[in-house]
């Protein structure tokens, strides 16, 4: 058997924007020619795009999608291609992948588990295909093979786990090793997670050395449809040995990661098992197709400088939220980013991350591959350096007033200069005063700090709203919010202030790794050379809203509570469902000789009754993008009643099981 060139194809993708979709299929084929690549692999329901939500349910999506597909069939002459699109069958619909040789069309195969939890919500628009059933369906006015089908080119065969097949208990894989399959292909649109890449690695290992398999594993890459994010993942395997892997996070609209793969020596160890074939032909559709003769190539399988480093969860943050805010900007057609920056922790991480977003693009694609991918904007094309890109995207204002202090001031102004971004100041005490001297007139009587604490606090971050969304609707610009989760979970923000934007960065993350990340950036950096010194005043702050008078001394976690106790109480709470009397224990033995015991369970109380009294406000916040093992987001993780008993029985219960 000759060596046979085989590839995964990276693609980033948009929901419905058939034309660049259906582009991006037919760039990567013709590069994947001119490597004289045999197979060619894109992720999963890569012509119509992951995100498409309930359009799903539109005949239109899955005719258009059919039409996309023959559009891309008509350009694999010469090569075997696999697409993914969505398929309707006797009024169902399933989540395909598309096997395509020299311009014919061969099959589908629909996939078998459908993922339910987490972000995800297949089973709401696909039906799941049983194990063993084929069948034929119609598209384009043509009959084809689809199901639980295998593929054999020249005695070699192709099977399928598509993307939740992979992660079951009792995945397909082992259905396709018993059918003595050579090749599996693992189209998929898995979001990112921090450290889910090793967990992906690990499977795709696993499945070559025990399916005695080559493996390839292909994923989505960037800000596909606004919340979540794709790393762009690939890997080929062949009997756990790593032949290929990707970059993560790249700007580049395709990437192809291909190896030199030998079937003979995955076929070594299938013979050497003593588990027996499945004397079973169903589903086997043989492909016409002659294999390119391919030469042996070095073998190009290793993590990327920075996934070497001990800050892995720092580079992976920074990378992450970097490309999906450039993503954003591009697809959303916007003209930059317009950030309130207050001098704080959360505002400042935000200018930072799109600061990186400019610097990791030119890093890698040029500053004349970002005007490319900016080409509505007019003043970026004039653009001759980095940091004029810088100026003309990001726009930080500090919004002053008599309660803003020197500190947050010159933290504000020094990181915008480190920055290179455009930056001014301004004032907004006499549209504060006007707004309290109207009330005061309607109530009859004076508003102060003893009896309007809250109200006054308020008025001056709403206050900060209009003006900063203003200058984003001059710019055709986006505003950011500059909300973080541990806030979003307790309702430690403004409505319609500081909640004002219509994409919400951070909303993904807790303000203690927020903060252990920012001051990482200024001393260490993304591998060890990017780096801003202009966070040296933030990171040392002590964060504070400052919304009351300077004398009052204010800071967030004497308002709420320590972070780290916030950030665990919700981890526990909202992530592992754990209600109070088994929170208490535990976050006593995590933080014994560092908090009493009463100042633990005074912040598991006001937790609880400050999340069931909040959650309509995180059903009003901006869009945030999902980066951990949970979230707070309503539409996509975390649904919790607007109204509720405010866990009262359930405080009473851990304040008894304590005996007080």
């Known amino acids: 058997m000759n060596p046979l060139k085989i590839a995964a194809a990276v693609v980033n993708q948009t929901p419905l924007d058939w034309k660049r979709n259906v582009q991006h299929h037919l760039d990567a084929i013709a590069e994947a020619k001119k490597q004289n690549i045999s197979l060619l692999c894109f992720p999963e329901l890569s012509i119509s795009g992951y995100g498409c939500e309930d359009m799903f349910y539109a005949p ?120 003595g399959v050579d090749i599996i292909l693992n189209p998929s649109a ?48 062949s009997s756990a040995v790593g032949l290929a892997s990707g970059s993560r996070f790249s700007y580049k609209d395709f990437l192809l990661v291909s190896a030199v793969i030998d079937v003979d020596n995955t076929r070594l160890s299938q013979v050497q098992n003593r588990v027996p074939l499945i004397k079973n032909d169903f589903g086997i559709i043989k492909v016409p197709f002659v294999w390119y003769k391919a030469a042996y190539e070095p073998y190009s399988y290793d993590l990327e400088s920075w996934e070497k480093s001990q800050y892995t969860k720092e580079e992976e943050f920074a990378r992450c939220i970097a490309l999906a805010l450039f993503d954003y900007l591009r697809k959303s057609r916007s003209n930059g980013w317009v950030i309130s920056l207050s001098g704080g922790a959360d505002s400042s991480a935000i200018a930072s991350l799109c600061r990186l977003a400019i610097k990791l693009c030119i890093e890698e694609i040029g500053l004349e591959g970002l005007q490319k991918k900016l080409y509505y904007q007019k003043d970026i094309q004039n653009c001759k350096t980095e940091a004029d890109v810088a100026a003309t995207l990001i726009t930080c204002v500090y919004q002053a007033t008599e309660n803003s202090s020197d500190d947050t001031r010159n933290s504000a102004e020094t990181l915008a200069k480190d920055l290179d971004v455009e930056y001014f100041e301004i004032s907004i005490d006499t549209l504060v005063k006007e707004y ?52 979003a979970a307790v309702g430690y923000a403004t409505m319609d202030g500081d909640t004002a934007g219509s994409i919400s960065p951070i909303a993904g993350i807790n303000k203690h790794f927020i903060r252990q990340w920012l001051r990482w950036l200024e001393t260490d950096g ?75 369970i005074k912040s598991i109380e006001r937790f609880f009754r400050l999340w069931s009294r909040n959650q309509w406000k995180r059903e009003r916040y901006a869009p945030g993008f999902h980066v951990d093992d949970h979230s707070l987001d309503p539409k996509t993780w975390c649904r919790f009643p607007i109204l509720s008993g405010g866990f009262e029985k359930e405080l009473e219960d851990m304040r008894k099981s304590i005996g007080a």
């Open 526 to 600: 993304l591998e060890g050379r990017i780096r801003f010194a202009g966070l040296k005043a933030v990171n040392s702050l002590q964060p504070t809203a400052e919304l009351r008078p300077q004398d009052k001394k204010q800071t967030d976690e004497e308002d709420l509570m320590p972070y780290a106790l916030l950030d665990a109480i919700e981890d526990a709470a909202i992530r592992d469902k754990k209600m109070p009397k088994d929170i208490l224990p535990l976050m006593k033995y995590k933080f014994e000789g560092i908090y009493a015991e009463e100042v633990i």
């Open 60 to 179: 239109g999506v899955t005719q258009t999608a059919g039409e996309m597909l023959q559009l891309i069939a008509d350009a694999s002459e010469g090569i075997m291609v696999s697409v993914g699109l969505p398929v309707r069958y006797n009024h169902r619909l399933y989540n395909t992948a598309c096997f395509i040789a020299d311009k014919k069309i061969q099959g589908f195969v629909c996939k078998k588990n459908l993922p339910g939890n987490s972000i995800y919500y297949e089973p709401r628009w696909f039906h799941a295909w049983e194990a063993g059933v084929v069948t034929s369906i119609e598209i384009n006015g043509q009959e084809y093979p689809a199901g639980d089908l295998i593929f054999e080119v020249q005695g070699i065969r192709v099977g399928y786990e598509i993307c939740e097949d992979a992660w079951i208990a009792h995945r397909p894989g082992r259905e396709l090793y018993l059918r």
């Open 436 to 487: 309290r001297t109207l009330i005061e007139g309607g109530l009859g009587r004076k508003l102060s700090w003893e009896t309007d604490d809250v109200p006054l606090q308020n008025i001056q971050a709403r206050v900060r709203a209009p003006s900063i969304w203003l200058l984003a609707n001059v710019k055709n610009a986006l505003l950011l919010s500059t909300s973080n989760r541990s806030e």
């Open 190 to 237: 898995s979001h990112f997670e921090f450290g889910k890449s090793f967990l992906r690695e690990r499977f795709v290992m696993d499945a070559s050395r025990a399916f005695g398999a080559t493996y390839l594993y292909v994923n989505l890459l960037g800000n596909e449809s606004g919340r979540a994010i794709f790393d762009g993942d690939a890997f080929i395997t």
